[in-house]
């Protein structure tokens, strides 16, 4: 069965756009995805790296001429997720076809043609599997797929674009203890919970079956857009108000009974809609229009800072939820379904008054005991064969009337039975066997079959009422749906608020992260108090004197991992609209978070740990901009102390160049950094006056074993990245780790002599160290980077 999603890729070799047409059973997307870069061939597998991480799909269809750098990204995530991968020819992947089978439904198709076109290939697909699991179920034969396409039919379409969305991989989800990496596109789920505290774990605190949903996807695609995340926080702030109170509590409780809407209206419209589909139905309209009743009592904060008018999901839920039509339906259901009666048969029945010939038939079928009995008495008369006095009559539905005579002990087959000639034996059961004589088929000409009657104008009456809710309303039950569980999402970040002291950020569109106060939004919960820091970065540098990188150091335990992971969920949570743990903060928009602290072990990856750290970074290195956020976290510890800290003092120096990226945002991205290599140290005042690029390095201590914080005296300008060619030295590149007592007006010296040998570490031509009392160098290849980092060690 198809546990997650069919993908569909269609790759462009000429403009470099990869576009995915993905079904989720329910629902179809088909987002297009413009890549923003050089088009290098590295970035199509980053990009459909990042697909699959976030979709997890089971079946992916790839297209006979995409690159291979396309097919081995996608031929190396099934070998170590799992999930099938089918090629199909290239004409499958038709615009033209896909416009006319999707179009109507895609908003913006013209503009869209290789998502088109990757959508016609998984609807042919989709048809294929379709065809042959039909063709299994009825005869046994056949292929069998192990697929369950029975959700083939597509209810509606939406379109993500990835231009407003902060990506994240995988590997940075799990590390920042988002999400873990068993949570797929079908749902984080309820089981979430269950593998261990995660943010979305601690956030989910909704009420509808929507919700989980809608969240999961602001998870996966986190905005930056800065009118999405106004709205989002309005609201928070609106619910957190505390005149609101009693208002939000109610909102609650009729949020909790708040069924699946879209799939309710499928059984409806599928015409096989339960009992229980309709009553709920019935108690989604109450509900919502209770709802908006409550929102448009909605006050403002205490200042009035945010009045009703200005909560955008206030507003729609007045304007979205129309209450006459929400009304009708409710009540024309309620005025059609008798559910006492329909409780009984098991089935939806019609009310009295409703339909005159439906009303008519009930009172034929209401009297049809007495009119057989009279009958069987007169067949009694009028036949007078042996076995006369032993008829009865009996109504079945479909087979209509019978005349029946019941077994004796003398008489226990039917052959026993003496009838007259023209009554035809229909069965025998353990009690009777029937017959249809001539009085039988006059009762069938006349009355008929009055249960079948019915039953049939039921039916007709409640297709009628289908009808009428599918014209007018099963597209606003949706929507209705849907902005239900947008304000249970709102709801659980405005609840989480409340509790745990969190604050509204102020989003800009710099690059400044400045965090008063910051907290882990886990880790305080499983700790008896926490020490809150706070950040201060601004990319490029900036022109307030903040750095676009800060480096953190200090003894094992002393808190590095968790403040570098607070600064990206503080990031994260700020941008899927929720409030963030700290005092206050101003976040500039963060387009993608980097990440090199966890990597996953696998045997299928066949890689060791220390290259697929490489690997991490070497990603973060290509893949950074000005509004990117880099982590790293004790990169270099994998290899010789030496080759680590100069692949570390390589990496700083290429995340100080001013631009990251060719083709992107120039700029520098903020970044934060762990290491074990140096302890705090001042800065040299030899290299004041130099063109140089601002990194704070920072000492952690742990004054007790539940708390770390920051030393603030040790907040200083401690290392600076210099250009070879500032520095009197020898042409060869080289990082410069010192530890040296001299003089601050002394010029560094290179050692007297070199033996160098090569690493394996990214195939750098490293030194051996030359150690004395005085200093310690390694040298670097061409390869990695040209760059003096120099740290002379506190006094």
Not at 91 to 118: I, Q, V, Y
Not at 213 to 222: A, I, Q, S, T, V
Not at 566 to 581: D, E, K, R, S, T
């Amino acid at each position: 069965m198809l546990k997650g999603a069919h993908l569909g890729l269609q790759q462009d070799l000429i403009d470099r756009t990869l576009t995915p047409a993905m079904d989720e059973g329910e629902r179809a997307l088909s987002p297009p995805l413009k890549l923003h870069d050089d088009g290098s061939e590295p970035r199509l597998g980053d990009l459909a790296t990042m697909l699959l991480e976030q979709f997890t799909p089971d079946t992916i269809l790839l297209g006979s001429q995409c690159s291979d750098a396309v097919k081995k990204t996608v031929q190396k995530h099934i070998s170590t997720i799992g999930g099938r991968l089918y090629i199909r020819p290239s004409k499958e992947f038709d615009t033209a076809t896909g416009k006319m089978r999707l179009g109507p439904r895609l908003k913006g198709c013209p503009d869209t043609p290789l998502s088109l076109a990757a959508a016609a290939a998984l609807l042919d697909n989709l048809v294929r599997l379709s065809s042959i699991r039909s063709n299994t179920s009825d005869d046994g034969d056949g292929l069998d797929t192990g697929e369950d396409v029975s959700y083939a039919k597509i209810r509606t379409v939406d379109t993500i674009c990835l231009d407003g969305c902060m990506t994240l991989s995988a590997e940075t989800r799990e590390a920042l203890a988002i999400s873990h990496p068993s949570s797929s596109s079908s749902g984080y789920g309820n089981k979430e919970s269950q593998r261990g505290l995660t943010l979305f774990a601690f956030l989910n605190n909704t009420r509808t079956l929507l919700s989980p949903g809608l969240m999961r996807r602001w998870f996966l695609f986190p905005s930056t857009d800065l009118s999405v995340l106004a709205d989002r926080h309005n609201a928070i702030e609106c619910f957190t108000t505390p005149s609101n109170e009693a208002i939000v509590e109610s909102i609650i409780e009729q949020l909790k009974g708040i069924k699946n809407v879209p799939k309710l209206v499928d059984s409806l419209l599928a015409g096989h809609a339960s009992l229980i589909a309709w009553k709920s139905i019935v108690s989604f309209c109450l509900r919502a229009l209770h709802i908006r009743e409550l929102a448009s009592q909605l006050g403002p904060n205490g200042d009035g800072a945010y009045p009703q008018h200005k909560v955008a999901i206030v507003q729609r839920c007045l304007a979205e939820f129309d209450a006459a039509t929400l009304q009708g339906i409710a009540e024309s259901i309620e005025a059609t379904i008798d559910w006492e009666q329909s409780a009984i048969e098991g089935r939806a029945c019609v009310q009295a008054g409703i339909n005159d010939q439906l009303d008519e038939w009930r009172e034929i079928y209401a009297g049809l005991p007495n009119l057989l009995i009279t009958v069987a008495k007169k067949l009694q008369e009028k036949y007078t064969f042996a076995q006369s006095g032993l008829i009865n009559v009996a109504y079945f539905p479909q087979l209509g009337y019978l005349a029946a005579l019941r077994f004796t002990d003398t008489l226990k087959l039917p052959e026993s039975f003496d009838v007259p000639a023209g009554w035809a034996f229909h069965f025998a059961s353990e009690i009777s066997a029937y017959y249809k004589c001539p009085e039988m088929i006059d009762l069938d000409s006349h009355l008929g079959d009055v249960h079948s009657f019915i039953a049939d104008r039921e039916i007709e009456v409640i297709h009628e009422l289908t009808e009428s809710i599918a014209t007018g309303g099963a597209g606003l039950l949706v929507k209705v749906a849907e902005l239900c569980a947008e304000i249970d999402c709102l709801l659980a970040f405005a609840r989480a608020a409340t509790l745990y002291n969190y604050t509204r950020p102020r989003m800009t569109d710099d690059g400044v992260f400045d965090v008063k106060g910051g907290r882990h939004p886990l880790q305080e919960l499983c700790v008896d108090s926490f020490q809150a820091n706070d950040t201060r970065l601004r990319a490029a540098g900036g022109g307030d004197g903040a750095p676009s990188m800060q480096i953190l150091t200090g003894a094992n335990g002393c808190g590095k991992s968790v403040y570098l992971k607070q600064v990206g969920l503080i990031a994260f949570m700020a941008q899927i609209g929720c409030y963030v743990p700290a005092e206050a903060a101003t976040i500039g928009v963060v387009d993608q978070i980097l990440t090199r602290i966890h990597a996953r072990e696998t045997i299928a990856r066949r890689q060791s740990s220390f290259l697929t750290d490489v690997s991490q970074v070497s990603h973060a290195l290509r893949s950074a901009t000005a509004r990117s956020l880099v982590l790293l976290d004790e990169f270099g510890k994998g290899t010789k102390a030496t080759d680590g800290a100069a692949l570390f003092a390589a990496t700083v120096r290429q995340l100080l160049l001013p631009s990251m990226n060719h083709g992107a945002r120039p700029g520098k991205p903020r970044c934060v950094a762990t290491t074990h290599f140096q302890k705090s140290s001042t800065k040299p005042s030899y290299l004041e006056g130099w063109a140089t690029s601002p990194v704070q390095w920072r000492s952690l201590f742990t004054p007790q074993l539940n708390q770390s914080r920051l030393r603030p005296e040790s907040r200083l300008w401690l290392c600076q990245a210099l250009r070879q060619q500032d520095l009197a030295m020898r042409p060869a590149p080289r990082v410069a780790l010192r530890h040296l007592p001299r003089p601050a007006d002394s010029p560094p010296q290179p050692p007297a002599s070199h033996n160098p040998h090569l690493s394996s570490s990214f195939g750098c031509n490293l030194e051996q160290p030359h150690q004395t009392r005085t200093h310690c160098t390694v040298q670097l290849s061409a390869a990695c980077q040209r760059n003096l980092c120099y740290v002379a060690p506190a006094t």
